[in-house]
């Protein structure tokens, strides 16, 4: 697992208050993973801090599972 993945997880976790074991590569945020609307929102935002990085709104449905999320991440982090 890459270093982003970890990161992932660990923001995915507290957000979510879930544990990080139950967060799988195809997990889905919303459908396996039980988040709520203001809970997605603070989500962004975590990640934003995190990697600094800016999620443009129009992204946003395009990261709701683990893995698609793990992958912009790491494209927004090498531009």
């Given at each position: 697992?890459?270093?982003?993945?970890?990161?992932?997880?660990?923001?995915?976790?507290?957000?979510?208050?879930?544990?990080?074991?139950?967060?799988?590569?195809?997990?889905?945020?919303?459908?396996?993973?039980?988040?709520?609307?203001?809970?997605?929102?603070?989500?962004?935002?975590?990640i934003?801090?995190?990697?600094?990085?800016?999620i443009?709104?129009?992204?946003?449905?395009?990261?709701?599972?683990?893995?698609?999320?793990?992958?912009?991440?790491?494209?927004?982090?090498?531009?």
């Open positions: 697992m890459s270093d982003v993945e970890d990161r992932l997880k660990d923001v995915l976790s507290k957000i979510l208050k879930i544990d990080k074991a139950t967060i799988k590569s195809e997990s889905h945020f919303v459908r396996d993973l039980g988040m709520e609307s203001m809970q997605s929102i603070e989500l962004i935002a975590a934003e801090e995190e990697f600094d990085i800016e443009d709104e129009d992204d946003v449905t395009d990261v709701l599972t683990f893995e698609k999320s793990a992958g912009y991440i790491k494209g927004a982090v090498a531009d």
